[in-house]
């Protein structure tokens, strides 16, 4: 926010009016021709451009306009595909990293809805980093996962990778995955949004917050119907785990209010990592998790070794009970969505 002050006012006293509003205020900028401006910071305290305008010795108030506004203001609580984000109890998406065949996601499928999940997850079209590893079934997989699904009350969720499956994947999907590789994969995230699905979209790998509030843009744009944020571990220096999940983005995305879930499977590729990720990803603000669970990880046709086993799947569920009663962080800072293009 850009505060003009009149000609001949006290500047001080504004200052301190401004400072008694809980407002951060910049330093005074003294044009050539003598106009002075005060510059209100983001992570201000809640203010609006109104309160500062009625501060006598003001003359205007410049608001900027966040870039990506229509993401602005999905605030949480949310409701994606009939499940409700941000009441206070974790939402959990979960399921084997690929649908394998029928009988492993109808059994997956019952034993994560027998833990409390809401959606199952499987990829029937996998982007895998190597093209000689397990692409996926296709079709087939989306028919086995919605079938598996709907036999036990549960969502699917399930990732498009091109924009030529959007009508098909959407057809079996209730929350269609962008993953982290096709992240700013325009033409793709346009397909998705044009389908008037929700969306789950998974943080690039090495993407900055504001490309990512940008490509969610780009989906509600298109027309989906809501965008839900995936924290799935940025590109990181160390192999020692498979990324570096960003919690401190998962807060500061809480902290305005957007819902924005935690991936810990993929975050750091190791099942024993997962538990404390996840719960490190909740205590952050997180309003759910996306998590793999096999019934056999040693013969999963792909990311075996950051699947949960069964027993493992199940702890996780029973230690969300302790996160089961926090409040919905609501905004605390208002003036950050004006300032979303600008930091
Ligand atoms: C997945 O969730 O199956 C996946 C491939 O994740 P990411 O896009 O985060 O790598
Ligand atoms: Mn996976």
Request: charged share 15%; glycine share 12%.
């Amino acid at each position: 926010m850009i505060v003009n002050i009149e000609n001949g006012a006290d500047l001080s006293k504004i200052q301190s009016e401004l400072a008694g509003l809980g407002c951060w205020v910049g330093p005074v900028h003294i044009s050539a021709s003598g106009h002075r401006a005060l510059l209100l910071k983001p992570y201000s305290a809640p203010v609006s451009a109104e309160d500062v305008r009625n501060i006598p010795g003001v003359e205007s108030v410049l608001v900027a306009v966040s870039e990506h506004a229509r993401m602005d203001s999905q605030m949480l609580p949310l409701t994606v595909a009939g499940v409700d984000f941000g009441t206070g109890t974790p939402v959990v998406m979960a399921g084997p990293c690929s649908v394998e065949s029928e009988d492993q996601i109808y059994q997956a499928a019952r034993r994560v809805a027998g833990c409390g999940a809401q959606f199952l997850r499987g990829g029937a079209y996998k982007p895998r980093t190597s093209p000689y590893s397990f692409q996926g079934h296709g079709a087939p997989g989306l028919r086995w996962l919605q079938g598996a699904a709907t036999a036990f009350g549960l969502r699917t969720v399930t990732e498009l990778l091109t924009p030529e499956q959007a009508d098909l994947v959407a057809c079996y999907a209730d929350l269609i995955q962008i993953g982290s590789r096709n992240m700013q994969n325009m033409s793709l995230l346009r397909a998705a949004g044009q389908t008037g699905k929700p969306v789950l979209l998974k943080r690039g790998a090495a993407a900055t917050l504001q490309e990512w509030l940008l490509a969610g843009e780009a989906a509600l744009l298109a027309g989906a119907q809501t965008v839900l944020l995936c924290e799935r571990g940025v590109r990181g220096f160390d192999p020692t785990t498979r990324n570096l999940l960003d919690l401190g983005t998962v807060a500061h995305l809480a902290s305005l209010g957007l819902g924005i879930i935690v991936d810990p499977s993929h975050a750091t590729g190791r099942r024993d990592l997962v538990l404390p990720l996840a719960q490190a990803g909740l205590a952050a603000g997180a309003c759910g998790l996306l998590v793999e669970t096999h019934d056999q990880p040693q013969t999963a046709l792909s990311d075996g070794p950051q699947a949960l086993t069964p027993h493992q799947f199940a702890q996780l569920m029973g230690s969300l009970a302790l996160f089961g009663n926090r409040t919905r962080q609501s905004r605390s800072v208002d003036t950050e969505v004006a300032w979303g293009g600008v930091q």
